[in-house]
């Protein structure tokens, strides 16, 4: 199964100016634990490895990094090719950490089951946008409105229909 794990603004902004506009300590521990499970396999983008991990691959689970270069990334498998690395999960699990273009390229291909969006309830005027996804996946569940920092925020997981 593939699952989708992002948190996204009102606009479904996801980062200004390659920076993540909010800090909710709560939504980091959950990527941290969510990531964890299923058997820890995350794909990122290598501008989100770059400005987000700061080159750093996630610790206790395994890591592939999707970028044109070849150049070898220690503690990661470097993946050039989507097409012939997503079948690799038919029968397993894998995360997507984003960024955008990732996010888009792996539904653009036609994959995806399960999306773990963090709904952040404001505005942040955002350059990067998680992809449009309500025409092919339906809500399954949802948490109460929690708070955080004088972040408000919704825990959600979408299903394919
Ligand atoms: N709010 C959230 O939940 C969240 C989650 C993750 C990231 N973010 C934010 O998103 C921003 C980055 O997003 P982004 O869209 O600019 O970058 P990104 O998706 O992290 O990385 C884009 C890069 O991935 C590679 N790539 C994408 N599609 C590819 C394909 N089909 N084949 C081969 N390589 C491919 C390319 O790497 P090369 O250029 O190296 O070839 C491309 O430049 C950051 O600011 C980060 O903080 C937010």
Redesign the pocket.
Known sequence: MIRFI???DRKHG??KQ???PWHIPEDEALFDSETKKHGGHVL?????FK??YLGVPLADRHNYI????TKPITGARVI?D?ATFLPEFDNKNLWI??????FQ?VLDLGYGDELLITHVDADFGCD?FFPSYEKDFKLAQQSEPREQNGFRFTYSKYVRK
Request: no cysteine.
């Open positions: 992002a948190a996204i996801i980062a390659n920076v993540i990122t983008g290598s501008v989100t400005v987000t999707l970028t044109r270069a050039n989507l950490s984003g960024g955008a273009g990732v390229s990067r």
